[in-house]
């Protein structure tokens, strides 16, 4: 079996447009996995396989490549960088051991590298950094170094330092070793010589020497003593410390290059090789319970000899069939096992495994924990669900998905094609957890929701194209919702006498807006047993029910306390279902009285403009309601940031291109629920009781 030690499970993840498909390409070139390599500009990248995802120049799916660097095994995902597929980036962070975090030389940290650098935070996961594109007009190493630790929070240990800047720009140097790497105008990966450092840059290597090695040797109590009566380390102890830093996520070893063309990427594989965890020295993943999600305190342990525990990640419907990618924690998957799902309790048979080169396939018979493997024709498998060794049921702590917060509407434009989109969707929403699709109820209408127009408009063209499902597209909905701004203490009795037992239930009830955030949160403080115990969860059942939709617009209801704190019942017609029809009548008797009022999604957008163009981008937002947070300026432009309701962004890519001649760009997600002002709700209202009255 293979030696887990040599192995490393890393991910790509950046901002969109910093290179990281052209970086993963790269890597599979360095490593002798494609002879030609394909240009994302060109379409031709091997991991951007969705036509898709070639026509668009951007990666949209999370692409598994498996490729070796002198003598370890590398398993590398490439993830979208997109805002609306945030999803994807998380989803890999899960099961990944360690990560590249690719930055542009020129657009420094931008809002997408910091949502996903924060979603590597959460998951703990180690990376290096590499600063791309330093070929580029307008690049600056230190600038961006200096971004890493101001905007990032994080401590870059500056590993290499770039020879020239712009078109100048010909190599780097190692400053661990203290030796410039210089590539020839040929393009060439291989085509570089190894020589002393510029004359003119001497002095600045030394220093940032020493400031690697003090950096490195804190990772070390001894080590830093001897450092400091003298002692000079040696190159593996230094090594040694840079490794565990990363590991313990002390500061991430940053490197400097261009991937485009093909300058510097070989130290950042070695990097990868020296400085990144295996699978046995993270953390290991831990168990929880089924029924609470809670953590149980035993962890997946990562050893083949265990038994077997795998999580799917990711389902992908392509040409042969539905994959589940897998990845295993720990024992070992053969072809012809019958393995557990946790999630349904149902047993599945392995068929064919396979190792995936992007789109390409090599059959396998086995794998073992540490791999990242797919596995062909699964049925009933899950983004997320726990697959082991059914004598050992276990639950591996689940993921958490984003809420969409757009919808459309869409019908199929004849109707024959009812059917198939159907079936089309169906693949569609076990791909990506994060488009969800509903039937309005009065309406008959299919709903579609996502994280942004993006999102939704690749999804419609996924259904044209892959499935050849033509369809007729509303207009986008924004997702709002109801609470309430007042304290109201109200009393209801329900009670209906008819031949035989009847039916009784009076509650005296506390209706208050609650924290933010905090949903719906029930309370009992009745005494003496004028409701008994065992009818309060029938109270909270009635009142719950209700909170799917409110009185001003039928939007769901967010941030409510109800505090039940007297009431009356009859020895013989009261039962729960009497107490749970007079909550739900309750609730629509008080909730207009607390001062309902309509909330809607507001999204954190973060906008790049040149610098003559930043008084109409303000303007602008100013014009939809927006908030202004922060003006940061940079090299290229100015960076603004701001808080606008969604209902106001629709089409804004296009007006920022006309404003800005082309040149801006603008990533937004949702930040929070706030109160609509007036007249827009009274529009809302009003349009929501057009469309009843027209059903």
């Not at 794998?367 to 899950?382: E, H």
């Not at 869409?410 to 076990?430: F, S, Y």
């Not at 929070?672 to 009843?692: F, M, T």
């Amino acid at each position: 079996m293979a030696d887990l030690s040599k192995y490393r499970n890393i991910g790509i993840f950046a901002h969109v447009d910093a290179g990281k498909t052209t970086t993963t390409e790269r890597i599979l070139k360095l490593t002798g996995k494609i002879h030609k390599t394909g240009e994302v500009h060109d379409g031709e990248s091997t991991t951007d396989f969705m036509e898709q995802e070639a026509e668009r120049g951007i990666t949209i799916q999370s692409a598994a490549v498996t490729c070796e660097w002198k003598g370890h095994r590398l398993n590398v995902i490439d993830t979208p960088g997109h805002v609306d597929f945030t999803v994807e980036v998380y989803r890999s962070l899960k099961v990944l051991d360690g990560g590249i975090g690719v930055f542009c030389g020129s657009g420094g940290v931008e809002p997408q590298s910091e949502t996903n650098w924060r979603y590597a935070n959460e998951s703990e996961v180690a990376r290096c950094i590499f600063v791309n594109k330093l070929d580029r007009m307008g690049a600056d190493f230190y600038r961006v170094v200096g971004q890493v630790e101001k905007v990032l929070g994080a401590n870059p240990l500056v590993m290499t330092l770039p020879i020239g800047i712009e078109d100048q720009f010909t190599g780097v140097v190692d400053v661990l070793t203290k030796k410039a790497y210089i590539w020839d105008e040929t393009g060439l990966p291989e085509n570089y010589e190894i020589t002393d450092v510029p004359a003119d840059m001497v002095e600045k290597v030394e220093e940032y020497h020493e400031m690697l090695v003090e950096s490195a040797v804190e990772q070390d109590d001894d080590l830093m003593e001897a450092y400091m009566e003298g002692e000079t380390p040696s190159l593996e102890q230094i090594k040694a410390c840079i490794r565990k830093g990363t590991r313990d996520l002390a500061f991430f070893p940053t490197f400097c290059g261009s991937a485009f063309k093909n300058k510097g990427m070989q130290l950042v594989l070695d990097a990868v090789v020296d400085y990144l965890p295996s699978p046995t020295e993270v953390d290991p993943q831990p168990l929880t319970d089924p029924e609470t999600g809670e953590p149980t305190g035993d962890v997946a342990t990562v050893d083949a000899d265990e038994p077997l525990k795998a999580l799917a990640f990711k389902i992908m419907d392509d040409r042969f069939g539905a994959l589940t990618f897998i990845r295993i924690y720990a024992g070992r998957m053969k072809k012809g096992d019958t393995i557990l799902n946790s999630a349904t309790g149902k047993t599945e048979r392995i068929g064919r495994m396979v190792e995936m080169q992007a789109d390409e396939r090599n059959e396998l018979t086995e794998a073992q924990a540490g791999d990242i493997i797919a596995v062909v024709g699964m049925k009933n498998v899950q983004t997320g669900h726990t697959l082991c060794d059914p004598k050992h049921e276990c639950t591996l702590e689940a993921m958490i998905f984003p809420d969409p917060v757009i919808s459309i509407a869409v019908a199929p434009k004849d109707k024959g094609g009812n059917e198939k989109m159907g079936i089309a969707i169906g693949k569609m929403v076990a791909e990506d957890p994060s488009f969800q699709v509903e039937t309005d109820e009065d309406s008959g209408e299919t709903i579609l929701k996502g994280m942004g127009e993006l999102h939704l408009d690749i999804k419609v063209d996924i259904l044209k194209r892959t499935y050849g499902v033509e369809l007729v597209v509303g207009q986008p909905q924004v997702a709002y919702r109801e609470t309430i701004t007042q304290e109201v203490e109200d009393s209801y009795t329900h009670k209906k006498q008819s031949g035989g037992s009847g039916q009784f239930g009076k509650i005296d009830y506390r209706i208050k807006p609650g924290e933010i955030g905090s949903g719906f949160t029930f309370s009992s403080s009745v005494v003496g047993g004028n409701v008994p115990k065992e009818f309060w969860p029938a109270v909270e059942k009635g009142f719950k029910s209700m909170m799917e939709e409110g009185v001003l617009a039928g939007f769901p209801v967010l941030d409510v306390e109800v505090e039940l704190f007297d009431g009356g019942f009859h020895a013989v017609d009261s039962s729960a279902i009497a107490f749970e029809i007079a909550a739900k009548g309750a609730f629509r008797q008080s909730i207009p009285k607390a001062g309902a009022q309509l909330l809607e999604p507001i999204m954190k957008v973060d906008v790049f403009t040149p610098d003559d163009n930043v008084g109409d981008v303000i303007g602008d937002l100013n014009r939809r309601r927006g908030m202004i947070k922060d003006q940061e300026a940079g090299a290229m432009g100015v960076r603004i940031k701001g808080e606008v309701p969604l209902s106001e962004m629709f089409g804004y890519i296009g007006h920022l291109r006309t404003i800005t001649s082309g040149r801006g760009q603008f990533s937004m997600e949702f930040a929070h629920y706030a109160p609509c002002p007036q007249n827009v709700a009274d529009a809302v209202i009003a349009a929501e009781k057009e469309k009843k009255a027209a059903k």
